[in-house]
């Protein structure tokens, strides 16, 4: 039997619990907690010798006081220390909640980010959020223009529907990234319309080596064909909040799909979904701490 002095402690108890949880995922994780998830995909065919290195650094949802310029600096020096072939930036950089107090513009999370370092360079998609707003939720679209731009000027390759063939010890391999698949809301009869081409950026690959392909939303994956080595996304956040024993069960509801985090692998090809660094609707990550993503890419031994 439970004593009455026990009983009237249980909603307090409960309050004090609850109190806990919220100050982590609120405070803790999202904001002290940065986690570096290494995967190691082997495609069928891809050639002996060749071995790629990426780092992946998505859904960074720059804004004061949850991913302001100097922490945005110190993820890249961190993704410098894993010296990364290349660097894929897969968007989605403004803001993604009305819960702040101050922006953080393009030219300055753009700085943040020119601290990168990779032979191979750093490459880019746009996200959602690039395209629905400005640099805070309340701004007005640009149409990812100001995002556009930024990357630019601090060096980053944008691919919008665009491929590039890149060398590596002389081992050719194509990089390609799509347009966003949700740019732009057309209504509830409509819903989104993107600015994504798979079937021409496909068209840009001109010989047989082998293609990673860099894409926000990881919707894009069941059409994505065999000839496309592996496919790196975000949008997701991996879940942001996952419940023990029942995991992203929002993000499902909300994504429609069971692929929201970590490495799938179906019919011959490989996804892998970065949890990201940002949140978006509220600033609250529960088990799903921000990441890098450090992806190698090889032959199978």
Request: net charge neutral; charged share 20%; glycine share 8%.
């Amino acid at each position: 039997m439970i004593s009455r002095r026990a009983l009237l402690r249980l909603p307090a108890g409960l309050a004090l619990a609850g109190l806990g949880l919220g100050t982590y995922s609120v405070v803790v994780e999202p904001n002290f907690i940065l986690d570096v998830t290494r995967y190691r995909v082997t495609p069928q065919d891809w050639p002996e010798g060749l071995s790629l290195r990426i780092a992946v650094i998505t859904d960074l949802h720059a804004c004061e006081p949850w991913m302001p310029a100097s922490r945005i600096r110190k993820i890249a020096q961190i993704a410098n220390a894993l010296q990364p072939d290349l660097v894929a930036l897969l968007g989605d950089f403004a803001a993604g909640t009305h819960l702040v107090t101050d922006a953080v513009r393009p030219e300055q999370w753009a700085e943040a980010l020119s601290e990168l370092r990779a032979p191979l360079g750093v490459h880019a998609v746009l996200g959602n959020h690039d395209w629905w707003h400005g640099p805070l939720v309340s701004d007005p679209s640009d149409d990812a223009e100001s995002a556009r731009r930024a990357l630019k000027q601090m060096g980053a390759r944008v691919y919008e529907n665009d491929a590039l063939r890149l060398t590596k010890n002389g081992q050719p391999f194509w990089l390609l990234g799509l347009g966003d698949q949700m740019a732009t809301y057309m209504g509830k009869q409509i819903g989104w319309r993107g600015h994504d081409d798979l079937n021409a950026t496909l068209r840009l690959v001109s010989d047989d080596a082998p293609a990673i392909l860099l894409a926000h939303e990881p919707q894009v994956f069941r059409r994505v064909p065999k000839r496309i080595a592996l496919t790196l996304c975000g949008h997701t956040h991996g879940g942001q909040v996952n419940l023990p024993m029942l995991g992203p069960v929002v993000a499902e509801v909300r994504f429609g799909a069971s692929h929201v985090y970590g490495h799938h692998f179906e019919n011959g090809r490989h996804l892998v979904i970065s949890g990201g660094l940002g949140e978006s609707i509220i600033p609250v990550r529960f088990m799903r701490p921000p990441e890098i993503v450090e992806m190698t890419v090889e032959a199978a031994a």
